[in-house]
Protein backbone atom coordinates (compact mmCIF):
# COMPACT_ATOMS: atom_id res chain seq x y z
CA UNK A 1 0.00 0.00 0.00
CA UNK A 2 1.45 3.28 -1.30
CA UNK A 3 0.72 6.38 0.72
CA UNK A 4 1.00 9.81 0.04
CA UNK A 5 2.72 12.83 1.88
CA UNK A 6 1.10 15.77 3.17
CA UNK A 7 2.34 18.25 0.40
CA UNK A 8 1.47 15.70 -2.16
CA UNK A 9 -1.91 15.60 -1.56
CA UNK A 10 -2.27 19.55 -0.44
CA UNK A 11 -1.49 19.94 -4.32
CA UNK A 12 -3.81 17.32 -5.09
CA UNK A 13 -6.65 18.51 -3.43
CA UNK A 14 -6.01 22.50 -4.58
CA UNK A 15 -5.72 20.93 -7.99
CA UNK A 16 -9.17 19.11 -7.47
CA UNK A 17 -10.80 22.45 -6.15
CA UNK A 18 -9.71 24.31 -8.96
CA UNK A 19 -10.98 21.94 -11.18
CA UNK A 20 -14.29 22.16 -9.22
CA UNK A 21 -14.56 25.77 -9.24
CA UNK A 22 -13.93 25.91 -12.99
CA UNK A 23 -16.08 23.54 -13.36
CA UNK A 24 -19.19 24.86 -11.17
CA UNK A 25 -18.69 28.26 -13.50
CA UNK A 26 -19.06 26.52 -16.84
CA UNK A 27 -22.30 25.43 -15.81
CA UNK A 28 -22.93 29.30 -14.57
CA UNK A 29 -22.25 30.09 -17.52
CA UNK A 30 -24.32 27.41 -19.56
CA UNK A 31 -27.47 27.90 -17.70
CA UNK A 32 -27.09 31.80 -17.87
CA UNK A 33 -27.41 31.30 -21.75
CA UNK A 34 -30.16 28.66 -21.43
CA UNK A 35 -32.34 31.24 -19.59
CA UNK A 36 -31.52 34.22 -22.27
CA UNK A 37 -32.46 31.88 -25.32
CA UNK A 38 -35.54 30.32 -23.26
CA UNK A 39 -36.46 34.70 -22.66
CA UNK A 40 -36.23 35.31 -26.14
CA UNK A 41 -38.42 32.55 -26.92
CA UNK A 42 -41.21 33.85 -24.90
CA UNK A 43 -40.42 36.85 -25.83
CA UNK A 44 -42.14 35.89 -29.27
CA UNK A 45 -45.29 34.24 -28.10
CA UNK A 46 -48.43 36.69 -28.41
CA UNK A 47 -50.37 37.63 -25.42
CA UNK A 48 -54.44 35.81 -25.74
CA UNK A 49 -56.26 38.84 -26.87
CA UNK A 50 -60.09 38.77 -26.79
CA UNK A 51 -63.03 39.91 -29.22
CA UNK A 52 -64.41 41.96 -26.27
CA UNK A 53 -61.82 44.07 -24.37
CA UNK A 54 -64.12 44.67 -21.65
CA UNK A 55 -64.98 40.56 -20.78
CA UNK A 56 -63.06 40.01 -17.43
CA UNK A 57 -62.38 43.44 -16.44
CA UNK A 58 -64.98 42.82 -13.38
CA UNK A 59 -64.90 40.09 -11.10
CA UNK A 60 -66.88 38.81 -8.66
CA UNK A 61 -65.83 38.97 -5.17
CA UNK A 62 -69.14 37.73 -3.04
CA UNK A 63 -69.18 33.47 -2.86
Known amino acids: MELQGAS ?30 LLDSAAGVPKPSSADPALGSTIDTFA
Do not use: Y
Open 8 to 37: TSGMSDASVELRSAKLAKNQQEEEGKQALQ
